[in-house]
C-alpha cells in the first residue's frame, strides 16, 4: 500500500494479571484517511487505541508518529503531540457546563492568570454550530442525554490544537440517522485537512461509507490490514467472527396477546418550557416487540423514563392490564412488572465497584430474603440459571464487573432486570458499543422473551436493527408520535419520513 503513514505501531502488546489483551500487533494509520479497527468485544481494539492515546502503557512494542519514534506518557502528552480520542464511555463532568467540558485542561485565560469564560462560550457556540447541535454552552452536561453528551465529547476533541490522529471510538452509538450525517460531513473535512482519523465502529454499513482501510483484530491479534475498495461487508465478519453470515433478522413464531399497557394523552413538560413529550398515545400487548425509533431529542427516553416512574411529574393516564396506574417511583414501576434496561449501562445500570454477581441480583434482593436474611444458595441458584439462559461468558460470577467485554456487560443488566420477573421489558439502546455477535445475542434474547409472552419496548438509532426486532413500530418526533407502523408496513423511508427529516411533523401512517 502506497499511501504515506501517519502513525504506526509495531509488535504492541499488552499484557494485564493473567490476560495477554494485545499480542505483538502492528497497526497502520494512513495520512487524510479513516483508518476503521474493527472487531468483537474483547479483541483489544479499545486497549490498542488507549495505548496510543496515552492512557495505558504498551509492555512492548514502538509507536512512530510522522517517522519518528514517540513515547506517549500521558493524555496530556498525547494531545500535546496531536492525538485526540473521542471515548465510547462519556468522559465528561456532569456537575460542570459544556463550555468548561471542551476547554477542561487548555482554558483560554486573560492576562495568563484569569480565565476567559466568554471566549469558552463563543467559541464553544461555534463548534456545536460546526456540528449542527443548537445545545447551549452554558447548560450543565449532567441535564444533557446521553446522546447530546456524545455531540460535547465530539466538539471537546475538535477544539484541541494542531490534530494529526483523531481516534473515535464508537462515535455514533447514542446518535440518529441525522446526526451520523453531520459528523460525517466533519470528517470529510478533517480528512481534507490532513487529518487521520482511526475510526472503531460496529455497524458495518458505516465502515463501508466512510471508511478508507479497515484493520481486523481477533483475540488480540492482527487478522487483516485491507483497502475498503477492495472489501465487503462478508468479508469484515469473516475476519472478526470466523463466518460470513449478514442476515439480520430476530423474529421468532410467537402468539401475540391481548393489551397489557395503554397510554393516553402522555405529556412530560420540559423545564423552561414547552414538552419533552405532548399528547403520545400508544398501546402494547402481550408478546409484542414495540420499536420506538425518532432522531436525537425526539423524547424516545424520556417516554422510557416516564414509563420507569423517573418523571413523576408527567399528566396523562397510564393503564397496566385494564387498571390506571400513576407511575411515580422506579420501585412502584418494579413491583408491578416493569423492568429497565437504561441507554448508558455504565453510569445508570451497573454499579462498577461491585462483582458481577451483586450486580445481576441487585433489583430483585427480595427474591432471596428470608425474614431479614439473604439466603445466599436460592441468589446463587437464579444467578446460575441467569447466566446459562442468556449465555453469558463470566469466568468467575465474583469478579468485578468491569472485567467483562460490553457485550456481556449489557446481558447483565438485562439479566438483572429480568430477575424482577417482568411483565414489561423496556429497553433503551440495548446495542449501544457491542459486537455483532453480542448484538445478536441480546436480540435473540429480547425475541425469546416477547415469545414467552412479555411485553417489549425496544428505543434504537439504528434503522436495520429497529426494523429486524420490531413488530410494529412507533416514530417521535419533538415529543409527538408522527408514525405508527405495522410490521408490513415498515420500510427506512417510511421511518425517516415519519422522524421528520426534511418532512412535515404531523402525524403519518401507512408511509410508503
Known sequence: MSEELCLTGRGISKIYPGTLALNKVNFNVYRGKVNVLIGENGAGKSTLMKIIAGIEQPTEGTICLNGEEIHVKDTRDASAKGIGIIHQELNLFPNLTVAQNIFMGRENTRYGIVLDNSQHLVKTKALLERLEHPIRPDTPVGDLRVGQQQIVEIAKTMAQQDLHVLIMDEPTSSLSTAEVEVLFRLIKELKEQGISIVYISHRLEEIMKIGDYVTVLRDGRLVAEEQVRNIDIPWIVQNMVGHSDTKMDYHQEKTIGGEILRVEALSLPRKGGGYALENVSFSLRAG?????????????????????????????????????????????????????????????????????????????????????????????????????????????????????????????????????????????????????????????????????????????????????????????????????????????????????????????????
Open 288 to 512: 409484542e416487540i414495540l420499536g420506538i425509533y425518532g432522531l436525537l431529542g425526539a423524547g424516545r427516553t424520556e417516554l422510557i423514563e416516564c414509563l420507569m416512574g423517573m418523571h413523576p411529574e408527567l399528566t396523562g393516564d397510564v393503564y397496566l392490564a385494564g387498571e390506571k396506574i400513576q407511575p411515580k417511583s422506579i420501585w412502584g414501576q418494579i413491583k408491578r412488572g416493569f423492568a429497565h434496561v437504561p441507554e448508558d449501562r455504565q453510569r445508570e445500570g451497573l454499579v462498577q465497584t461491585l462483582s458481577i454477581a451483586r450486580n445481576m441480583t441487585l433489583s430483585s434482593l427480595w427474591n432471596y430474603t428470608r425474614g431479614v436474611h439473604l439466603d445466599r444458595k436460592k441468589e446463587d441458584e437464579y444467578i446460575s440459571k441467569t447466566i446459562k439462559d442468556l449465555e453469558i461468558k463470566v469466568p468467575d460470577r465474583n469478579l468485578p464487573i468491569l472485567v467483562l467485554s460490553g457485550g456481556n456487560q449489557q446481558k447483565v443488566v438485562i439479566g438483572k432486570g429480568i430477575l424482577t420477573s417482568p411483565k414489561i421489558l423496556l429497553l433503551d439502546e440495548p446495542s449501544r458499543g457491542i459486537d455483532i455477535g453480542a448484538k445478536a445475542d441480546v436480540f435473540h434474547i429480547i425475541a425469546k422473551f416477547a415469545s414467552q409472552g412479555m411485553g417489549v419496548i425496544v428505543v434504537a438509532s439504528e434503522l436495520k436493527e429497529i426494523m429486524a426486532i420490531s413488530d410494529r413500530i412507533i416514530v417521535l418526533s419533538n415529543g409527538q408520535v408522527t408514525g405508527e407502523l405495522n410490521r408490513d408496513e415498515i420500510t427506512e423511508e417510511a421511518l425517516v419520513k415519519a422522524s421528520g427529516v426534511g418532512h412535515s411533523s404531523s402525524r403519518v401512517k401507512n408511509i410508503s
